[in-house]
Nanobody, 128 residues
Framework: HVQLVESGGGLVQAGGSLRLFCATS????????VVWFRQAPGKEREFLAV????????AYSDSVKGRFTISRDNVAKAVYLQMSSLKPEDTAVYYC?????????????????????WGQGTQVTVSS
């Protein structure tokens, strides 16, 4: 199994940037596809971005496409979410999650139930 721990959240002004980190333990990390979700108070958990085993394939929600970038370093066993042009509506708890499966060249879907392993989340607050 893989364990996930998010960090990098905090308070930032609108228009600013943050880089979130998803540190993992357990192996083989390189055979997990990893996703970022977020959840704002009173709202459903929202898919943001997903990346396959080697990082060759990614997908984004329309709400963050062009502003957020997901990447991974399998040697460091970490996944990153670079966020720019942040808006107050980006305020939420951000979670990384992972799933095993044959995602060498494919990517899993955007449903939260597809991911068996979750971190505890990191708070991102964007002030106007």
């Amino acid at each position: 199994h893989v364990q996930l721990v998010e960090s990098g959240g905090g308070l930032v002004q609108a228009g600013g940037s943050l880089r979130l980190f998803c540190a993992t333990s357990g192996r083989p990390f390189s055979q997990y596809a990893v996703v970022w979700f977020r959840q704002a108070p009173g709202k459903e958990r929202e898919f943001l971005a997903v990346i396959n085993w080697g990082g060759s394939r990614t997908a984004y929600s329309d709400s963050v496409k062009g502003r957020f970038t997901i990447s991974r370093d399998n040697v460091a066993k970490a996944v990153y979410l670079q966020m720019s042009s942040l808006k107050p509506e980006d305020t939420a708890v951000y979670y990384c999650a992972a799933t095993r499966g044959n995602y060498y060249s494919d990517i899993p879907g955007s449903g939260s139930t597809e991911y068996a392993y979750w971190g505890q989340g990191t708070q991102v607050t964007v002030s106007s």
